[in-house]
Every structure is written in C-alpha cells, then in structure tokens.
C-alpha cells in the first residue's frame, strides 16, 4: 500500500488530501469526513491508523481537511455546512479517478463529519453505505454545545460569563463571528448545522448504514438513535466501547480496536 | 509567487514523516527556514490553526517555513507505545524528537540549500527545538511559545512541579475543603494528593513567617523542578551567543514554571546572559493563544524579532 499527500482544486482552491492506495487495485473505497474543529486534531490519529488498516486489507481510502481546517485553504470563518458537503462531494470523484475499479464508495463520518457524510449521501446515488461514528442527531443542540465552549472561555478569562448564548447568537446574526477554541464560528454554518436533523437526512439516503454509538462503559442504545433505525430503515445501530478520542482524554490514544472491529463486519457484508 | 507543498522525508529510523514546505517568492525569500515543530497531538497544524496563520505572515516576509508532523504522530509513519498522554508529552520533553528535527534540518539542507534554521513551535515544540539546538547549531535562534519548563505532571510528580504562584492559588481551594465532607472522607480514605496539601501547608507556614519577620522576598526556588534536559541546553543557546525570544501566556502556568523553577533555580548561572533572551508575556492569553488580537500581538512581536535578526537580502 502507498499513501500520496495532494492538494486537489476546486473552485481555484485547494483541499489537502492524503490517499492510502492498497496494493491490489481496489472495488470498495472508504472516503472519511471529519469532526468539527479541535475534535478533528484529537481523533486525527485515529483516522489515520483506521485508513492505513482498512488500505492493508483492500481498500482504497481517501482522507481529507475540509476548507477551513487542516492544511486546506480558505479561513474557518469563511467555509459552512455546504462547503463541507461540496469538498466531501469531491473527495468521492477524486476516490474514484484514482481507483477507476470501484464499484462501491462507503462514506464515514465522525461527530460533525457524520452529519456532513450523510447530507453528502443524500446528494448523491453513488454512495452505497454510510458508517456514522457517534452522529450528531441534533444539529441545533450540538451548536448549543458547540457555544458552550464560548461561555468556558469567558468564564476563564473574566470569571465570569459576559455574554450568554442569546447574546452569541444574536453576535451571529449580526453578522460577527463568536471564537470557538480559536475558531471563529459565523452564521452560515450556525444556521445550517443547526437546521440538520440525522433522521430527516438518513430519511432520504439509498444506502445502508450504520450509526456507531460510542461508550466508555458497556450500555444500551440510546433512545434516539434507536428511533432512527427505527423509522428509517436499512439502518442499523451497533455500540463500541471506546474512549471519547475526539476530546481531549488522558489516554493516548492512536488506535480505536473495538470501532474498527465493527465496521470491518459492516464493510465485508457490503456486497 | 510563495508556494505551499507537502513534503516527505524519512528519519534516521526510515520512518517516512510529512509535512508542508511554505516557500517565499525567491525575490524576497531570506534564506532562512524557520521550525514550526508540532506540539504533539495536534500536529503540524497546531491548535485552531495556529502554525497556518503563523506560517502565512512568515512566509510573505521571505522566510521559509517547514511544519511536519513527527513520527508515530500525524500522518507521519510510525507508531508510539505510550498509552497516557502525560507520558507521551514527558518523552517529547525528553528530546525524543530531536533526529526528526535534525533529519528535516537535513532534508531541507539536501533540497534547497538552507542551513540558517529558526527553531520554533508551540509547547511541545518549543522544547523539541531547544534540545535540538543543544546539539545541532544549525538552528541559530529559537521563537518558543509557551516552552514548559518542567515534565508534565502525573498524580506521582504532580506536587514536584506545582510553582508557588500555582500553590497560592490552591490553597484557597483546598482549605475551603476543610468542612466538605466528601473531601474529608478522600483525605481519610488515602485518595488525597498528600505531596500537594503537604506543600501547600508549608508554603502557607512560610508566606506567614516571611511577612512577620521580614519584608516579602521574590520566589526562589531551592529545588531544581524543571525537566533534566532544560537546563543543559538552555545555557548551551546562551554560552554559544544564539539569541531567543520566549513567548508565554498570561494565563498559563508555564510562564511561572519557567520565572520560578528555572530563573528562580539558576539565576547565578543566567544572570550574564539576560541579554540573549527576552520574555515577551500576552496578558490573559491562555496556552494556546486562542483569541485572534493574542494571535496578532504574537505575530506583530515575533515579526519585528525576526527581521531584526534576519535583514531581507
């Protein structure tokens, strides 16, 4: 197996790319969406050790940086939801120019990415199966927890909370950005991130998928993921314990053994 | 026209690493390659995107600038054993990084016929470019940001590297604890941090006796706490007249780590040399320099050091 770094275009931009090749040309590809922000350098590792063991046993896989983050062009202010979903759309066509034999392009997606995955899947009919590693169900209770992050920052750079989240999202809807961790959040992805629903999405997607809950400790399904395969069909739920390697943990964590058990079950009953 | 490319190029283990070369317009370029070392983790992007941002404004000023990722991090090859992520930062802190650094040194050399290196990076890769300065003095000079000073502290040496400015502020915390009574059952039950109470209790003893006896004195340390390495190649920058510029966060810790435990600790030894580093405090900022005026003071200052080291040619 090789990996090859490139920038790809689109649009005059470029989208940081690394392609993990196997050594047999491939008939499935795996392109992988990460989470937003900071959680995307925590589960960094994570992706990639996923990548070079799903290229070892056959597949081609196509990690990249949305615009916005990592090494891709354009500052985080500037991309959204949709420019997720475009690069997304992109990095497929690219899988597939370079391994003309695939017959089948699995779409994975952690938090966030999980989320743009989907939304990608909706778009598209050349998408055959969807590995969601704990989905955001809830696309404006997640940026509820995404401002949160704010509130932190202020209550430790003044002791004290200054601007709450009604006032945040009004900073948004002026126009401002509200600095996340470094990130300077606006509204367009706001808004649509806080638009998504993972049922509504998953309602229009052909493939099947398979939504990962991801536990420390041993537990059952969680209710809301649970309705989902319920009301969506082909749609399964399975759970993994793992650590939560997209936050900042004690571990270290390189590799996520229990999640890739699962999804090379998921990806050998591919047909 | 500057340019960014991905680059890869293997350590001495044959571990190949990647990363991204910007290189300035030739018109303006400086011949100088400045070392964005990954912290750790976060790798050669830095935290919110720190090295892009840092790397953007350096390369317009003729400056190359190298970011990769080490092995075993990143994209790069390789694989760590370390299963905490204390341990993992320790070893960082231990040098184990310094042949990547040198084989990029070396690559860079090989390819392009720089050998004037500015040693740089965030945490984690502040410290990476000091030890390596120690023994390769192709890195002429180091822009550290938040350099720690100490090891990372795990429940065993946690105590060991507390500054006094840390322990004055946790003993309000802790002696507020005195009549909680799931604190007391901790205390009683042997899961308290013994090394820490006992320290703060003796800080305490002597704060009080200090002000009865005496007038206030400037924090002294009469342990050495830092990280072996530090000291040893910190006086190898200074003895060997290679200029550094230390940024730290007013809100971090590490700026006290490196006032008391290691100014505090060898001030005789340093003291000739106060010329050759400067200390430039963000006030407020937090470790990473997350809000966009920390990033553009740091910027603004680093700048102006730089070119004032490196006229344009």
């Known amino acids: ?271 | 026209m500057s340019e960014t490319r991905c680059v890869s190029f293997p350590n001495q283990d044959g571990h190949l690493l990647h990363g991204i070369l910007h290189e300035p317009d030739h018109a303006t370029a400086r011949g100088v390659c400045v070392l964005l070392l990954s912290p750790g983790i976060k790798g050669r992007v830095g935290p919110h995107r720190l090295y892009l941002k840092i790397s953007a404004r350096l390369v317009l000023l003729g400056f190359h600038v190298l970011r990769f990722d080490y092995y075993g991090l990143g994209d790069s090859e390789g694989e760590l054993s370390e299963r905490a992520l204390a341990d993992m930062y320790n070893s960082i802190q231990a040098g184990r990084y310094v042949d990547d650094t040198v084989a990029a040194m070396d690559w860079m050399q090989e390819t392009l016929g720089i050998r004037r290196f500015v040693g740089s990076g965030l945490c984690g890769g502040s410290i990476s470019a000091l030890v390596t300065a120690e023994i390769d003095t192709r890195i002429e000079c180091l822009l550290g940001m938040g350099l720690p000073t100490a090891l990372e502290g795990g429940p065993e040496n946690w105590a060991r590297i507390l500054t006094k400015h840390q322990i004055v502020s946790l003993r309000g915390k802790y002696f507020g604890k005195l009549t909680d009574p799931k604190s007391l059952m901790r205390f009683l039950s042997g899961k308290s941090s013994y090394q820490v109470i006992w320290r703060i209790i003796k800080q305490w003893f002597s704060d009080r006796k200090a002000t009865r006896d005496a007038p206030p004195q400037p924090a002294k340390s009469d342990i050495d706490r830092t990280n072996p390495r530090f000291a040893s190649a910190f006086m190898a920058m200074l003895e060997s007249a290679r200029p550094m510029i230390l940024f730290f966060a007013g809100a971090d810790r590490l700026r006290y780590q490196f006032s008391e435990n290691f100014e505090g600790h060898h001030e005789a030894r340093i003291r000739d040399y106060k010329h050759l580093y400067e200390v430039h405090l963000i006030p407020d900022a937090n470790h990473v320099f997350s809000d966009p005026d920390w990033v553009a003071e740091l910027l603004r200052v680093a700048e102006r050091w730089l070119i004032t080291r490196y006229p344009a040619q």
Request: proline content about 4%; hydrophobic content about 40%.
């Open chain 1, 1 to 271: 197996m090789k990996e090859e770094h490139l920038f790809l275009q689109l649009n005059g931009e470029r989208v940081f790319a690394t392609h993990h090749r196997p050594t047999q040309p491939a008939s499935q590809a795996i392109v992988m969406c990460h989470p937003l922000g900071e959680e995307k350098l925590w589960a960094h590792r994570v992706f990639v050790t996923f990548a070079r063991d799903f290229s070892a046993a056959g597949f081609a896989v196509l990690r990249f940086d949305f615009r916005g983050e990592g090494d891709s062009d354009r500052p985080f202010e500037r991309s959204d939801f949709e420019t997720r979903i475009q690069d997304a759309c992109l990095a497929i066509d690219t899988v597939r120019v370079l391994n003309p034999g695939v017959t089948a392009v699995t779409l994975l997606g952690l938090r966030l990415g999980a989320c743009v995955a989907a939304s990608t899947a909706m778009r598209r009919t050349d998408v055959s199966r969807l590995l969601l590693w704990d989905p955001v169900v809830d696309g404006a209770a997640y940026m509820q927890t995404v401002l949160r992050a704010n509130l932190m920052f202020q209550m430790a750079l003044h002791r004290k909370v200054i601007e709450n989240r009604d006032a945040l999202v009004a900073r948004l809807s002026n126009g401002e950005s509200v600095n996340i961790d470094g990130y300077e959040l606006t509204e367009p992805l706001f808004r649509q991130v806080s638009d998504f629903r993972l049922r509504d999405a998953l309602l229009h997607v052909a493939g099947e998928t398979l939504l990962v809950q991801i536990n420390q400790d041993e537990t059952s399904v969680k209710p809301e993921l649970a309705a989902i395969s319920e009301t969506t069909g082909r749609c399964q739920v399975q759970t993994v314990q793992e650590e939560p390697f997209w936050r900042e943990i004690k571990t270290f964590y390189q590799r996520a053994p229990e999640l890739m058990r699962v999804c090379h079950q998921a990806l050998e009953a591919t047909p």
